[in-house]
C-alpha cells in the first residue's frame, strides 16, 4: 500500500496490532525483518514507512506488500528523521483503528521472538501503556558492540534519567509495544524531536500522562548488513534537548507534554506478576 492510493481499512477483526518498522536504505535487512515479526506474531500487521531510499528499500516494500497482505508500505518524499517517520506511522495506525503499535527496526538489532511476551504483557497487564524491550535493566544483553558504543548508550540513559528524573533503565530504547490510548492522549503534533531523542520525548510525555511502564529484558544485537543511522547530529540533538528540559524542570518549569491523563504513573522491570485476565 503506498501513501499516495487510497489507504483501505484493515478489518476489525485484523486490527489488533500494528508493527511500524521505519526504512532508509534498509534493502538487505528488510525482508529478514518483516518475515521475523510477522512469525512471532502471525495475526499482527507490518507497516513499512520508507523515506525514499535511494536503494530500492520502498520498492521492495510494495512487493513485498502485494505479496502478503498483512504488510503496507507508507512512501514519504522528506527524510527527516526517525522521529517524524514513526509520527507518521503512528497517526497512519490510530486512523485505521489498531488497538497496539510497535517500533521495531529493520536492521535485525530487535528481537522479534520478544514480541509475543511484549503483546501478552500490554494486553493483560492493568492499565498498561507501553512495553519497552531493554538492553540496561536486569536480563538484557548487547551482543557485538564495541565498549564504546556501549559507553555511549549507557551514558547517555544515565544522562537523560538523571537530568528528567525518570525511572526508566533504557529511555531511548527504540523497540516499544503502545497501547493506542496512550498515544491518542499525547500531544503528537507538538513533538519536534527528530533522532533517538524521539524515544526520550515520548516516555516523559508518557510519565506525564500518568501511563504505566513495564521494561523487558532482551538481547540487542549489532546489525549485520548496511550502516548504522547513529550521527554525530542524532547525538547533539539529544545532548541539547534533555538539556534544556532538565533546566526547565529544575527550575520549576516543565513542559506542557499534555493536558490528558491515563492514570497514576508506574514504572517497573518485568516480574510477570502484576498480568492480570481481562
Known sequence: MSASAPASRPPRAQAGTLIVIPTYNELENLPMAVTAVLEALPDSHVL????????????????????EARVHVLHR????????????????????????????????????????????????TDGAALVIGSRWVIGGTVVDWPLARQLLSRGGNTY???????????????????????????????????????????????LAAGGRITELPIEFRERRYGTSKMSRAVVVEAMAL?????????????????????????????????????
Not at 522528506?78 to 488497538?99: I, T
Not at 492522549?185 to 531523542?197: F, I, N
Open 160 to 206: 537523560a534519567r538523571v537530568a528528567l528524573a525518570l525511572p526508566v533503565h533504557d529511555v531511548t530504547a527504540g523497540f516499544r509495544l503502545y497501547r493506542a490510548e496512550a498515544l491518542r492522549v499525547m500531544d503528537l503534533g507538538s513533538v519536534r524531536s527528530k533522532g533517538y531523542c524521539f524515544q526520550i520525548d515520548l516516555t516523559v510525555r508518557l
Open 77 to 124: 518524499s522528506v527524510k527527516d528523521g526517525l522521529g517524524g517517520a514513526y509520527l507518521a506511522g503512528f497517526a497512519w495506525a490510530l486512523d485505521r483503528g489498531y488497538a497496539f503499535i510497535g517500533e521495531f527496526d529493520a536492521d535485525g538489532s530487535h528481537p522479534a521472538a520478544a514480541l509475543p511476551l511484549m503483546q501478552d504483557v500490554i494486553r493483560r
Open 242 to 278: 534533555v538539556t534544556v528540559w532538565g533546566i526547565a524542570r529544575v527550575l520549576g518549569r516543565p513542559r506542557r507534554w499534555t493536558a490528558a491523563r491515563l492514570g497514576s504513573p508506574v514504572v517497573r522491570p518485568w516480574t510477570g506478576s502484576d498480568l492480570t485476565r481481562r
Open 48 to 67: 513499512v514507512v520508507d523515506d525514499s531510499s535511494p536503494d530500492g528499500t520502498g520498492a521492495l516494500a510494495d512487493v513485498m506488500a502485494a505479496r
